[in-house]
């Protein structure tokens, strides 16, 4: 397979040099076109530092980081906003929907970002919420609304989806219909999604795991016949 993600001895760190603070040490790993990957650690691990680099939102303090065949920690910031808004898709743990537009509405701004997209109502059908692409975000539930960010996000045939604990906002059963619809998605459409959590039930689900402690991979597990969504044991 194709790799599609490359961190070669990443570091991140913050202060001077008296008073120096790691967020993440010598990382590297590799991630494959279409992998269902979950990046896996307690708070404060670095997980949500490797998210932001992966998503152009933060630059490294040493290291290279390869996206695509992008080298994107020597991009300028002009080029950095090109490359988040034509090549990352972001779901977040509170959806971020614009309270005042419908679904369908909050999903075709994409089209603001990238010319090759596809059309609203096909992201909404792809989350099983075609029907209710007329529903403004206070008539939808949380699951509904989250589904809802994460049309809008593969609405641009993103080269990464990345997700900041999707799951995190929501009871366990609506949990596990929206990781069911990211791990069905990307064995479907070819979406490469990584997942940033800090809940170990969702570890078997996946294609590789990536497991951060204290700023540095601890280890990264292969999985060559991951679970199913159904058996996790939430």
């Known amino acids: 397979m194709k790799t599609i993600v490359e961190f070669k001895r ?27 990957v ?16 992966l998503g152009g939102m933060d630059d490294v303090s040493s290291g290279t980081i390869c996206i695509n065949n992008q080298q994107i920690e020597v991009l300028s910031e002009t080029q950095l906003a090109d490359y988040r808004a034509k090549q990352i898709g972001f779901v977040f743990q509170f959806y971020n929907l614009i309270p005042t537009l419908t679904a369908f509405e909050n999903v075709a701004l994409m089209k603001e970002l990238k010319k090759d997209v596809l059309s609203a109502q096909e992201a909404l ?19 509904e609304q989250q589904r809802v960010s994460i049309a809008r996000a593969i609405s641009k045939k993103p080269a990464l989806l990345l997700c900041d604990e999707p799951t995190g906002a929501l009871d366990s059963q609506t949990g596990m219909l929206v990781m069911k619809q990211l791990k069905d998605m990307c064995k479907r459409y070819g979406h490469t999604t990584i997942i940033v959590t800090h809940n ?10 990536i497991y951060v402690k204290n700023g540095m991979i601890e280890n990264v597990v292969t999985q060559e016949h991951p679970c199913d969504i159904d058996a996790v044991n939430w």
């Open 125 to 143: 059908e792809r989350v099983g919420l075609k029907a209710h692409q007329h529903k403004f975000p206070a008539q939808l539930s949380g699951g």
């Open 10 to 36: 990443v570091c991140k760190t913050y202060g001077d040099k008296e008073n120096l603070i790691y967020a993440l040490r010598d990382v590297s790993f590799t991630i494959c076109q279409g992998e269902f």
């Open 200 to 209: 170990s039930a969702l570890k078997n689900t996946a294609d590789k795991v």
């Open 38 to 53: 979950v990046i896996l650690g307690p708070s404060g691990a670095g997980k949500s530092t490797l998210l932001n680099l």
